[in-house]
C-alpha cells in the first residue's frame, strides 16, 4: 500500500476563509431580507388602519349629511360666530383658526355610526361638525333681478361645510370635508 505523504507546504487554509465570507455574505442577505419582510407587514398594518379610519370617517360624514337632510338643527342656521351645538356651527370668524386643524376646538359630535370592517367593530368612534357657510343659488341665475324666485327658498340654499373625522393615538389619522346644499 502506498504511504500518503502529508504536503503541508501546500495547504494554506484559504477554505476557511472563504467559507466564512460565504457564511458572513449569506447572514447579511438573510438580514436584508428579514428586514424587508417587517416593513412590508407593517406597512401593510398600517393600510389596512388608514382604510378602516377612512370608512368610519366616511361614515361620520355621511351620518352628518343624513341629520342635515332630516333638518335636525331646524331651518335657519346659526348666526355667524355662533358657539357650535350638536356638531352645528356658524360661519367662522375671519380671525378664527380652522376648526378641522385646532387642538383646542371642542365642538366636534361623536356620530352614532358603528364601522363593521369584517373583522369586528371599529374601536375609534368617529366625529363630525357641520359649518354654515353662507347662502347658494340652487340654480343657474334664479336670484337675478327681475327673476320670480329671487330671494325664496327654491332659489336660495343654505350651503354647509361637513367635516369628519376618525382617529386615535398612535394611529392613522383621517378628515374628510364635503360642501353639502341643504334641499
Not at 37 to 66: K, P
Not at 125 to 147: D, K, L, M, R, Y
Not at 160 to 173: F, I, L, P
Amino acid at each position: 500500500m502506498p504511504s500518503m505523504k502529508s504536503n503541508r507546504s501546500g495547504q494554506r487554509g484559504a477554505s476557511l476563509v472563504i467559507v466564512l465570507i460565504l457564511l458572513l455574505v449569506m447572514t447579511l442577505l438573510g438580514l436584508a431580507v428579514l428586514r424587508g419582510a417587517l416593513l412590508e407587514e407593517r406597512m401593510s398594518a398600517n393600510l389596512l388602519d388608514r382604510s378602516q379610519n377612512f370608512q368610519a370617517a366616511e361614515a361620520a360624514l355621511r351620518d352628518a349629511e343624513a341629520r342635515l337632510l332630516a333638518n335636525q338643527w331646524g331651518v335657519n342656521p346659526p348666526a355667524a360666530g355662533a358657539a357650535c351645538t350638536n356638531g352645528m356651527c356658524g360661519v367662522p370668524a375671519a380671525a378664527v383658526a380652522d376648526r378641522a386643524t385646532d387642538p383646542t376646538f371642542a365642538g366636534w359630535q361623536a356620530s352614532v355610526v358603528n364601522v363593521n370592517n369584517g373583522i369586528g367593530a371599529q374601536p375609534v368612534q368617529p366625529q363630525f361638525f357641520i359649518e354654515h357657510a353662507g347662502w347658494v343659488e340652487t340654480w343657474f341665475e334664479c336670484n337675478e333681478i327681475g327673476s320670480k324666485y329671487r330671494g325664496t327658498e327654491l332659489c336660495i340654499r343654505p350651503i354647509y361645510k361637513v367635516t369628519a373625522r376618525s382617529e386615535a393615538n398612535g394611529r392613522a389619522s383621517v378628515l374628510l370635508q364635503s360642501s353639502f346644499v341643504a334641499p
